[in-house]
């Protein structure tokens, strides 16, 4: 943990109630959760499905390339592996890269069903799902993590661009620090216990205050004890941009 850090002035638990309190966070507006809701007690691989959309889009368009999936072909591995590829990749247009996608569902839905079918992501021990996951092409390290921690529960943190941008003005890593070391910084921060929470209050932080330009700090509800933008040398952030 990077000595000029959020943590000077508060702990996780503390920046986690307060992002509460200051955040909204509606299930609808996240493409994993929306699977989540409606398919993952029949179809876990219905959520893993919804999060290979979510890569290099928005939610809402995800959230669409999802609804039409589900209408079109179906979200159980068996549906995806058996629908025409043309029917397929119309699904999930509004998701881009649809090709791309489409392939990288295929090969998801086909390993799944080799290893034992969708129980597999409900029993296999989390860490060696971890790296089954990693094994098909088209999942990365966040696809993997956002699954276990929303479906698995398991004591990782997914980092996707929102998460790693507020760690790095944090102070809670270093602005070279990798997917790694960002995801296991967050983890110590904020506890295992509430990292699946965390992860999408810091997508709504990143989406309402901390953004990538121009960035609202004098409204932010961490004005107070972020060290981002003038670091530690003048203690507590009193809400300038300077």
Not at 159 to 164: E, L, M, N, Y
Not at 167 to 188: I, M, P
């Amino acid at each position: 943990m990077a000595g000029c850090s959020i943590a000077n002035y508060a702990s996780g638990c503390e920046v986690f109630e307060r992002l509460q309190r200051s955040l909204r966070v509606d299930w609808r507006d996240y493409v994993a959760l929306v699977a989540f809701e409606y398919d993952a007690r029949e179809h876990p691989f219905a959520v893993l499905a919804g999060i290979i959309l979510s890569q290099n889009t928005s939610d809402r368009n995800s959230i669409r390339a999802y609804l039409q999936l589900r209408e079109m072909v179906g979200v159980s591995p068996e549906a995806v592996l058996s629908a025409p590829e043309d029917r397929l990749i119309e699904a999930i247009r509004p998701a881009g890269l649809a090709r791309q996608k489409a392939r990288a569902l295929r090969e998801a839905a086909r390993r799944i069903l080799e290893a034992g079918g969708e129980k597999v992501l409900l029993e296999m021990p989390w860490r060696e799902l971890r790296e089954f996951l990693l094994s098909i092409p088209g999942v990365g390290k966040k696809t993997a993590d956002v699954f276990l921690q929303l479906v698995r529960k398991a004591p990782v943190f997914a980092v996707d661009t929102h998460a790693a941008r507020i760690a790095k003005r944090w102070g809670l890593v270093g602005e070279k620090a990798g997917y790694d070391e960002t995801s296991r910084a967050l983890l110590e921060f904020f506890g295992p216990e509430r990292s699946e929470n965390a992860h999408r209050l810091l997508i709504a932080l990143g989406r309402t205050y901390c953004r990538a330009r121009n960035p609202r700090c004098d409204v932010c509800p961490l004005r107070d004890i972020c060290p981002y933008p003038r670091g530690c040398s003048t203690g507590r952030n009193d809400g300038g941009e300077g």
